[in-house]
């Protein structure tokens, strides 16, 4: 058409301006430029995704004697791996607790793994006797074992199976595939990154102590010129996880016993005409899973009170795991009676004894209460029973327990459930001692006294639901040591039970010297772990590479644009020519 080549001359023209202003403009603001650009690579390529929430258990962390045990660090910030992987270096690891034994434990150690995340199984009922077993045996091994790094444990759920099984699948590519395609897996997939909210190492809780809850019952008569017997139980549990011992027949159902003894007798010594001549003291006490702390300060501040009745008492019974169900292969006795010296013929110990068994046999033709004796060796780290406290002092005490000895691993272990308690064996216990106590107590410890009469029954009698009551109540609580403030609820609950049936209920608090302290226990028993999903490390170095190649490039092309731009203007142009 006419005065097109006028046309093209003002819009070549047109466009050389605007390339020399925009020239002018961009080398102004070069620098403007540049951060532009990083921001925007940056936002279209994150290396963070989503993250998933859930609750994580500290392994135990205490000194007892001066020994160090248990996991000695917290904090983790780290990349998830398996444990076949190749790389575990200063990464936290993945594992269920059926697959970990204590050599793998050790060798993920020794290779320098940063932390350990053990997933736990949610239900115990699935589980064999004869794995579990084999699992409590490696917890007593772990719980007797110092470690440097932090140990976690979780529950298996949708959340932590989602993070194992990556890290699996991951390990195993490590393994199979070529260094090409591992390099090529790492850019194009993902890992996850493990943080915990505890950003700070564990400090010792100097300010713990160890609470102990007391009441009585006083018989007929000056009180002080009446003998005493005395029943004592320990309520707190113990296991490789402070968060996670819950300990329902050790000791909990000693504590449930302890609870129904003081409300049976409390019947009795309300009416005057059944009160007896003898005082009956019951004690609570805390602290005993750690070498019976609990129970040694208390006999230290009882001796010191001249108006003490436990230290004074004729003897004493210690209740410790009552409700173990008995294995058909080999139905134990009754209850076994744990001493530290035999007891002589006509002795106090042998009265108390003889009671039990007498009671026992009411229960059932079968019924007998064993006598286990052991000697306490000075030697040994770790005290067996709570009974050997008040030997160690000279003072006459057995342990009632339905196990046959101290190393039974379900007294100290988290993997026991509601399936490791037999609440007809603890009814059937709690009336042996009942009944042995009323005869001893009475002074009716022949056979030909009572005959088969029982004491309590009817509305007497031993109750089931209140003793599964307890049982559900003190099941839902962790109870270690260093969970158990003086403020606890469970502390609080046993208070106000005692304080029910008993007089001059008091609590009793102690602490450890501090110039030379028996235990040391230390925080974060629990904390919540995120899990992030990340790009490797590798592709974060690769992205930067593009990244600073880009704005590298680009900054070539602005420096020299006086260059550049007479070649952009050398380019062909393509005109768009509309015709009729």
Known sequence: PRGFPKLIYRASLQMSLSLEDTWELLRSGLPCWVLVSVIVLGAHVSSV????????????????????????????????????????????????????????????VNKGAGAVLVLLPRELSTIEDDELQMWRELESHLLSTEIQIPVYFAFEDDQTLEVF??????????????????????????????????????QVMAGLRITSIMGKLSGQGLEQSLPTMALLAHYDAFGLAPSLSFGPDSNGSGVAALLELA??????????????????????????KLNYFGTKSLLDEQLDDDSSRLVEADYTLVLDSLATPPTPEAP????????????????????????????????????????????????????AWGHERFSMRRLPALTLSTHSTHTDLRR????????????????????????A?????????????FGGTEVFTGDQAVHEDYLTAWLEFLSLHPRSPQLMEREHMVVAGLEKAMSRYLHDVVKISHKPEKSDPEFVVYDVPSTI????????????????????????????????????????QSLPTLVKVKTE
Request: proline share 4%; charged share 20%.
């Open 165 to 202: 099984n990556h890290t699996r699948l991951w390990a195993e590519g490590e393994r199979d595939s070529s260094a090409a395609a591992s390099l090529g897996r790492m850019l194009s997939g993902y890992s996850y990154q493990l943080i915990t909210e505890a950003v700070v190492e564990p």
């Open 49 to 108: 995704g989503g993250m998933q929430d859930f609750s994580v258990y500290r392994m135990q962390h205490f000194d007892l004697h001066g020994l160090h045990y248990g996991s000695r660090t917290a904090v983790v910030n780290m990349e998830a791996k398996g444990a076949l992987s190749t790389m575990i270096s200063r990464r936290c690891v993945i594992v269920k607790w059926a697959e970990l034994t204590s050599e793998t434990l050790l060798d993920l």
């Open 412 to 435: 100290a272990s988290m993997f026991t459930d509601s399936s490791d308690v037999d609440v007809k064996v603890l009814v059937g216990n709690v009336k042996i001692i009942a009944e």
């Open 529 to 568: 772990m995120h899990a992030y999903k990340v790009k490797p490390a590798i592709f974060d170095l690769f992205l930067a590479i593009g990244i600073l190649a880009y704005v590298g490039l680009l900054y070539i092309v602005l420096k020299n644009f006086s260059r550049v731009f007479p070649l952009l």
């Open 263 to 288: 409300r049976l007798f409390s019947r009795l010594y309300s009416d005057p005409k059944q009160r007896p001549k003898y005082n009956l003291v019951f004690a609570l006490v805390g602290g005993d």
């Open 332 to 383: 134990p006795p009754s209850l076994y009676a744990h001493v530290s010296k035999p007891p002589k013929e006509g002795s106090r110990q042998q009265q108390v004894l003889v009671a039990l068994n007498q009671s026992a046999r009411l229960a059932g033709p079968e019924g007998q209460v064993a006598l286990v004796h052991k000697k306490i060796r000075l030697s040994e780290e770790h005290l």
């Open 437 to 449: 106590l009323a005869r001893h107590i009475y002074n009716l410890s022949t056979d030909n006294v």
